[in-house]
């Protein structure tokens, strides 16, 4: 059974830098064609995809978000780490992360809802 | 970034009816089109990919269809349990982006 869960700070100052974690069991990020990705979805509204890294360490990001996005992944660990610097109270959404395989991007994440506020 | 538009953006319907929902790409995709349902407070699920593959599990009243730029998801006959919001995906060209959402809600 895979399994992906986020973890982080639910709380972020404007222009800080978030870190979010996503652990993940029931498959590894060393087999062929397997990736992890990160989405995000504002309150109200539609997801949208900000980063994904692949079993290769090939990194795709949202070109809007580039400047600002990280991806990382640690094999041994079974972690794929997303960085976002200088946030802003847009970036207030939920974050998930997600298992991608061929066409299939499932299961997801629980997500966690991260706040940006002073 | 290639846009998908979804109509109805919301649907009121009753249990056992038929509806479809439609997604439309500004792009040419293939069928690298997924369907998502989501409950609140959850993520979403997947129920479709390929345009018109069922991921495993999903009910079969659940149906994709289309090709190209034009898409749409059918539910043959409304259960309690599907009432929630719908969104497609394209997964052509990354990022991957969504359709805003269609809102299902009991009549």
């Known amino acids: 059974q895979i399994t992906l869960k986020e973890s982080g700070p639910t709380v972020v100052k404007p222009t800080q830098t978030l870190t979010l974690t996503c652990t993940f069991s029931?498959?590894?990020?060393?087999?062929?064609?397997?990736?992890v990705g990160w989405i995000r979805q504002p309150p109200g509204k539609a997801p949208e995809s900000l980063a994904l890294i692949y079993w290769d360490d090939d990194k795709r990001y949202n070109s809007s978000l580039q400047s600002r996005l990280s991806i990382t992944k640690d094999t041994s660990t079974n972690q794929v780490v997303l960085t976002m610097t200088n946030m802003d109270p847009v970036d207030t959404a939920t974050y998930y992360c997600a298992h991608i395989w061929g066409d299939l991007t499932d299961p997801w994440g629980q997500g966690i809802l991260v706040t940006v506020s002073s | 970034d290639i846009q998908m538009t979804q109509s109805p953006s919301s649907l009121s319907a009753s249990v056992g009816d038929r509806v479809t929902i439609t997604c439309r790409a500004n792009q040419y995709i293939r069928n690298y089109l997924a369907w998502f349902q989501q409950k609140p407070g959850k993520a979403p699920k997947s129920l479709i990919y390929?345009?018109?593959s069922l991921q495993s599990g999903v009910p079969s009243r659940f149906s994709g269809s289309g090709f190209g730029t034009d898409f749409a998801l059918t539910i043959s006959s409304l259960q309690p349990e599907d009432f929630a919001t719908y969104y497609c995906?394209?997964?052509?060209?990354?990022?991957?982006?969504f359709g805003q959402g269609t809102k299902l809600e009991i009549k």
């Open positions: 995906q394209q997964y052509d060209t990354f990022p991957y982006t």
């Open positions: 029931g498959f590894s990020l060393s087999t062929r064609g397997v990736g």
């Open positions: 390929g345009a018109s």
